[in-house]
C-alpha cells in the first residue's frame, strides 16, 4: 500500500496551467483551416451631409373664402397628403401697409387638422385707414410632419 501512495504525485499549478495551455493550443491548431484566403472586407461612404428622415406629408394652401359677403370675417384653410385627421399645423398672421381699427389677436397658433383640412377663422377685422393685405403662413408644428412655412395665403384688405 506505501508504493501506491508513493506513485501519486501532485501536480503543481504551474504544471496545470501548462498543460491547459498545451491542450487549448493543440484543439486550435487542429482547426485552422489548410489554406488561408485574403479578408474580405466591405466598405462604404456615407455623404457628409446625408438625409436623416423624410417628410411625412406634403401640405396645400387650401381656398380663401369670405363667410358671407357682408361680414369682416376670413376663412383660411391648408390641405394635407395623406388626408389624416390630428396632424398639428401652425399659423402666424401677418398685416401689411395698412392700419387696422381691430388687428386680431392672437395672430399665431394652431389647429388640428379633420381629414386633411386645417381651418383657421379670423374675427372680425375692420380698417378705416389705408389697405393693404393680411397674410397668413402656414406650416407643420412637428418638424417631423414638415417644415414651417409650407405655403401662405395673401388677401387684399381695407380700403379700396
Avoid at 375692420?126 to 414638415?146: C, E, K, L, R, Y
Wanted: aromatic share 8%; net charge negative.
Amino acid at each position: 500500500m506505501n508504493q501506491v501512495n508513493q506513485n501519486k504525485k501532485k501536480i503543481s499549478r504551474r504544471d496545470a496551467i501548462k498543460l491547459l495551455g498545451a491542450v487549448t493550443g493543440a484543439t486550435v491548431l487542429a482547426n485552422l483551416p489548410t489554406k488561408w484566403n485574403t479578408p474580405e472586407i466591405a466598405s462604404g461612404v456615407l455623404p457628409a451631409h446625408a438625409q436623416t428622415s423624410q417628410t411625412l406629408f406634403t401640405a396645400t394652401c387650401g381656398p380663401f373664402s369670405d363667410l358671407e359677403p357682408d361680414t369682416d370675417q376670413l376663412t383660411f384653410s391648408i390641405l394635407i397628403d395623406p388626408p389624416l385627421s390630428g396632424i398639428v399645423m401652425r399659423w402666424d398672421i401677418s398685416f401689411t401697409n395698412a392700419e387696422y381699427d381691430n388687428p386680431l389677436s392672437p395672430t399665431s397658433g394652431t389647429v388640428a387638422t379633420v381629414n386633411g383640412l386645417a381651418t383657421l377663422l379670423t374675427d372680425s377685422i375692420t380698417s378705416t385707414f389705408g389697405q393693404g393685405s393680411v397674410d397668413v403662413f402656414w406650416g407643420f408644428d412637428n418638424p417631423a410632419n414638415g417644415q414651417f412655412p409650407v405655403c401662405t395665403q395673401s388677401v387684399a384688405w381695407g380700403l379700396v
